[in-house]
């Protein structure tokens, strides 16, 4: 079982910047990927950004260059700083962690916070 608590959010006005927390407890083992995703109205979920334990990350192509996700793999937190916002970021914001790696069968835990608004106001 993982738990995951998200921190952060809000309202904001394009080109202003955010900070979203997740930290997780529970049951994590060293090989697992930790990051974000986000789901607009009427839209399919999508990756923000994610990173792993060797601290490489992956972005989605919207929000490179202006989004940058930071690990605490000792503190299993992971944090996105959010800068030059744009109204085409409202979203509700998902903490996502993937852990307990099988090479047969993939992730065999897949988490998700209860999401987080993000608004951004032209």
């Known amino acids: 079982q993982v738990q995951l608590v998200e921190s952060g959010g809000g309202s904001v006005q394009a080109g202003g910047s955010l900070r979203l927390s997740c930290k997780a407890s529970g049951t994590i083992f060293s090989i697992n990927v930790m990051g974000w995703y986000r789901q607009a109205a009427g839209k399919q979920r999508e990756l923000v950004a994610v990173?792993?334990?060797?601290?490489?990350?992956e972005y989605g192509h919207s929000v490179k260059g202006r989004f940058t996700i930071s690990r605490d793999v000792n503190e299993n937190t992971v944090h996105l700083q959010m800068n030059s916002l744009k109204p085409e970021d409202t979203a509700v914001y998902y903490c996502n962690l993937k852990t307990n790696w099988d090479t047969s069968r993939g992730w065999l835990s897949d988490s998700w916070g209860q999401g987080t608004q993000v608004t951004v106001s032209s």
């Open positions: 990173i792993g334990g060797a601290g490489i990350p």
